[in-house]
């Protein structure tokens, strides 16, 4: 039989994908959706790490052109920016979306609406900010979404940080997968984001991410169809161990894994009271970024130049 595309409508037709979003659902009674494994009752009103319980929330949503090109493209990516976060990221830009979880409460059908207005748009893809506590809530909605005319692919824009019960609930629903590659080095995941085990955890996410799509793939018109891209961000002195992370996707994942190198970061939310992190990136230390990504042997990327927003103030 001939495989539709988006993925998630051949399991929409076998009824697969309601499947899957009841077994997510009940996995919020001992939730275990992402590595920090809290195994708590979320479905009692319990919160733990993420602070959620079985409502949803959303902060915003919006036609985005400021993902990487293949992501926005022409007409932009339909973002849908979730409330509250698995992680704690001392340095969030965004934190008073994933920390202090500002917001509506919305319903899986409302979910459902917003993804086919974000269609209407003519955006190129659903592109689901920070989704990975919430996959019981989106299958549900997107259930909804693709039965009353859906057909854009999901992008799932996360941390990188996830479990594989939940992952593999995923695989056949999800075209693109966006996930970070934040630290090479547990510690300072545990230090600066809370993520215990990020390391591992991250390497065996990418890995199976890869094994259900693959490299991105890209359209005629550059538009990314299908596939993984991964994101990088360079942190100050060294934090993130830019060089490690790269070589292990180069070595480990393949020198054609597209792997965008981020000079964006800046010292929000509790960042400024950290003497690691209370500064932007410096000339030097982008620049290094850049030369390890070329040793790294990786062929496909998404390096940004934009050095003109750098910290030059102790650089040369
Ligand atoms: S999604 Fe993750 S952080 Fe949130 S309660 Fe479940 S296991 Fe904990």
């Known amino acids: 039989m001939a495989q539709l595309y ?9 009824g697969e994908l309601a499947r899957r979003a009841e077994i997510a659902w009940n996995m919020l009674a001992s939730c275990t959706i992402c590595p920090q494994n809290c195994k708590v009752n979320r479905l009692a009103g319990k919160k733990a790490v993420c602070k959620s319980a079985d409502e949803l929330i959303v902060g915003s949503w919006n036609v985005h052109r400021r993902e990487e090109p293949p992501i926005s493209g022409s007409r932009g990516a339909g973002t849908i ?3 509250h976060c698995q992680a704690r990221c001392t340095y969030c830009q965004n ?11 919305i319903t899986h059908e409302k979910l459902a609406q917003i993804m086919l207005l974000l269609q209407k748009r003519q955006v190129h893809n659903i592109d689901l900010v920070t989704p990975t506590h919430y996959v019981p809530h989106i299958l549900k909605a997107l259930v909804i979404a693709a039965e009353n005319g859906l057909r854009l692919p999901l992008v799932y824009n ?41 390391t591992a955890a991250n390497r065996q996410t990418l890995r199976e991410m890869l094994r259900q799509v693959g490299p991105l793939q890209v359209d005629e018109d550059g538009i ?13 002195n060294g934090i993130a161990g830019t ?3 790269l070589r292990w996707i180069a070595d480990e994942l393949g020198p054609n894994t597209p792997t965008s190198v981020m000079d964006q970061y800046f010292p929000a939310w509790k960042a400024h009271n950290d003497p690691t992190l209370n500064r932007r990136l410096t000339w030097k230390e982008y620049a290094e970024a850049l030369a390890d990504w070329e040793a790294s042997g990786l062929t496909d990327g998404y390096p940004q130049e934009d050095l003109m927003e750098l910290d030059v103030s102790n650089d040369i």
Not at 95 to 105: A, D
């Open 224 to 236: 990314g169809v299908r596939g993984l891209l991964i994101r990088h961000l360079v942190m100050p």
């Open 95 to 105: 934190f008073w979306l994933s920390q202090n979880g500002q917001g509506r409460v």
């Open 6 to 14: 988006p993925s998630y409508l051949n399991l929409l037709q076998s």
């Open 243 to 245: 060089r490690e992370v």
């Open 158 to 198: 996360c941390a990188g940080y996830e479990n594989m019960e939940t992952l593999r609930l995923l695989d056949g629903v999800v075209d693109i997968y966006l996930p970070d590659a934040k630290y090479a080095n547990d510690k300072e995941a545990l230090r600066t984001s809370k993520m215990p085990n990020y």
């Open 81 to 83: 920016f979730f409330g």
